[in-house]
Structures are given as structure tokens and as C-alpha cells.
């Protein structure tokens, strides 16, 4: 495996044609959800790129959920650079954002978690997370039956609680995608 040197920066406009690209070459093979144009342009802060030249190599966003958690997702690298650290230094740069942010936690689903691993991520029950399917997992063909992995990083561990409670079998975190307190209040 060859390292390549490369910055991240902050996607801008411009940069919508060729994420588009990338991120729906892999949605063609089933690996990632498609977006469109007007979904770039709604979330194209949330994106982040590493180009060599002209040439996009990755891309990558944190989509914020709560105040304290945000999800990776829309990672993708060129196929041909694969293995060269271009997602490594995507992932890296997303989470030193939400370091910035002072966030607890960031997670992704992902068929790749052995990659979420080695850069401190772990497997985690979707419970743990917050409600996301709601927003973006319906649309996708694979909603009924999805085979992604959930992982998560805990950034400030010692302020880290699941952001799901249960009342008589009601989830709070479904209804309102916030962390509540760790000591869950008693409703009567």
C-alpha cells in the first residue's frame, strides 16, 4: 500500500459535479445512496474533498444529528487510489471538525468496519445511535433488510451516554434525536 500526501479542505459548489460522480458510482453498485444535485447543494457543508490537481480523489461529510453526535457518511475515494490513505486522511479530517465542535461522538454505517476500526471506531448496536433511519434510511432499497454496520468513536468518552431512553417501551430518541441526561428523569 502507497501512502499518498494529500490535504482536505472544505467542498465549495464547484465541487458538486464531481462528488456527484464519485458518490454515485459506488450508489450504482449498490454500496452507497445516490444523491442529487439539490441534495449537494442543501448539505454541501457538511462535505469535505481531497483533490490531487484537478483530480478528485475522496470525499466525505459529518452530517451533525445532535448537539453532541454526528455521522460520517458519504465517504467515498476513487477506486484506482483505494488502499493509498485518501479515506484515512477524509475521516480524519472529519473528525478533527467535530473535535472543533466539541462533539462526543461521531458514527457511520458502513460495509467496511475493519476501515472505522483501525481509525478508532467500534461496532455498535443501532440502539446506541441516533435515530437516523427515519431521515435517510427510508428512501434506500435496502431499508427492510439493511446490511450496513453500524460503528461508532466516542471523542470525549467520559461524556459519552446513549442517546436512547426507554419509558414502558417507548424510545425517547426516536421521537426527539436528543441525548437525555445520564440519569434518565422518572415520568408518573
Known sequence: MTQTAVSVNKATMRDIPKILSLINSYAAKGMMLPRTEFEMSENIRDFSVAYDGDVLLGCGALHFYTPTTAEV?????????????????????????????????????????????????????????PLKAWKDCLRCPKFQCCDEIAVLKRLRPQLWHAPVQYYNGVDFGELIQLPLPAKATTFR
Open 73 to 129: 457518511r458519504s465517504l467515498a475515494v476513487l477506486p484506482e487510489v483505494t488502499e493509498h490513505g485518501i479515506g484515512r486522511a477524509v475521516v480524519e479530517s472529519l473528525a478533527a471538525e467535530a473535535n472543533e465542535n466539541e462533539l462526543e461522538a461521531i458514527f457511520a454505517f458502513t460495509y467496511v468496519p475493519r476501515f472505522f476500526e483501525r481509525l478508532g471506531f467500534h461496532e455498535v448496536e443501532r440502539g446506541e445511535l
